[in-house]
């Protein structure tokens, strides 16, 4: 079983919805990441925390707005979003930058 | 160039045979390696990481070769529960991943 926990597992949503998605770790991780992938594709790196400050963003769309409450919380909050950002959002975590991530079971997400 | 890059397979390959993966990575500044095995609609799980000197579990042989900036994955004496795809990723300040590998082990 994983021990990073991702909420809610499915979310269907309109263009005009906003909602969130949540993860959450209690390893100690000080590293947490916001990976998108598409079927038959790999991860693609969305964001990345460090030390609960944002240290990477790759040129995500500000639909896409990350927050880090704290150090084991990981929200991704959403906004009019476009059918083609359906993908499956998968919440990793690290003990520090370089070393090997550890995933969440990812919250398969349908913009309808 | 892609940063990294991997053969997409599928390879198909019957049990007690051994396969062999490998990926390259553009950036020689990338630091650390890994390979995660992923299970259809499933999330990446670690299989190992992959140390300059190599390194083996069980079934599992992982090199690494920064001459040439490439990885390996050796697979000995396949199951049927190793099918899955395979993704190489490499850290220089981030993780990236290849396109992944898809192994199919059949009876």
């Known amino acids: 079983d994983t021990e990073v926990t991702q909420t809610p597992k499915h979310l269907v949503m309109g263009m005009t919805n906003k909602k969130s998605l949540k993860c959450e770790q209690h390893m100690g991780h000080r590293a947490m990441y916001w990976y998108k992938q598409k079927a038959k594709k790999p991860p693609e790196l969305m964001f990345v925390y460090s030390y609960e400050k944002l240290s990477i963003n790759e040129s995500v769309p500000s639909r896409f707005s990350p927050e880090c409450p704290n150090s084991s919380l990981l929200n991704l909050h959403l906004h009019a979003l476009q059918p083609e950002d359906s993908a499956l959002y998968l919440c990793?975590?690290?003990?520090?930058?370089?070393?090997?991530?550890?995933f969440g079971e990812g919250s398969r997400l349908t913009v309808l | 160039r892609k940063e990294v890059e991997q053969d997409p397979g599928p390879f198909n390959v019957p049990e007690g045979a051994t396969v062999a993966f490998n990926c390259t990575y553009s950036n020689s500044a990338s630091q650390s390696f890994f390979w995660y095995r992923q299970d259809c609609r499933k999330e990446p799980k670690l299989l190992m990481s992959v140390y300059s000197s190599g390194n083996e579990d069980g079934r599992f042989t992982a090199q690494l070769n920064r001459a040439s900036q490439y990885i390996s994955l050796l697979i000995r004496d396949s199951k049927l529960s190793d099918s899955a795809t395979y993704l190489c990723s490499c850290n220089t300040d981030k993780l990236i991943f290849g396109t992944g590998t898809r192994l199919q082990v059949f009876p």
């Open positions: 990793a975590s690290s003990q520090a930058g370089g070393s090997e991530l550890f």
